[in-house]
């Protein structure tokens, strides 16, 4: 018989709260009178940790949106989305976090977030979120 073991971490897993959204930058949107545009951001490498087990979350995100007056810096957005590599969540709880945070500094028309997780144990686990600006 295979005693059951409580493994324990060597490191410290995160609160949500530490991600901030100070990191964001936006940009004019330069063609805001002549025309409506799609945006389609993607990150592949996307991390964080399960709040449960603390082990790592993979997954790519993908940000949708029409932007209305202003769009996001990309560096800005990268050294946001590396905020998350420590941080205990739920693959739901990202998606609308991260929906929450951009739509706050871009105000956006509309906008969708998207999280393609790494299978675990043989699941598959894709969240998405949406926002339409009243």
Not at 50 to 64: A, E, R, S, V, W
């Amino acid at each position: 018989m295979i005693e059951n073991k409580t493994y324990k971490t060597n490191y410290k897993i995160e609160d949500p709260s530490i991600v901030k959204t100070d990191l964001l930058e936006s940009l004019p949107y330069a063609y805001k009178s002549k025309r409506s545009i799609d945006i389609i951001i993607k990150q592949p490498e996307y991390t964080s940790v399960c709040p449960m087990t603390g082990l790592p979350d993979n997954g790519c995100i993908t940000i949708k949106y029409q932007p209305d007056e202003t769009i996001v810096e990309l560096k800005s957005l990268k050294y946001y989305l590396l905020q998350f590599r420590n941080v205990g969540m739920f693959y739901e709880h990202v998606v609308n976090k991260i929906l929450d945070d951009l739509v706050q500094v871009l105000k956006p028309l509309r906008m969708e977030v998207t999280g393609e997780f790494t299978p675990r144990g043989g699941v598959s686990s894709i969240a998405t979120a949406v926002y339409e600006k009243e």
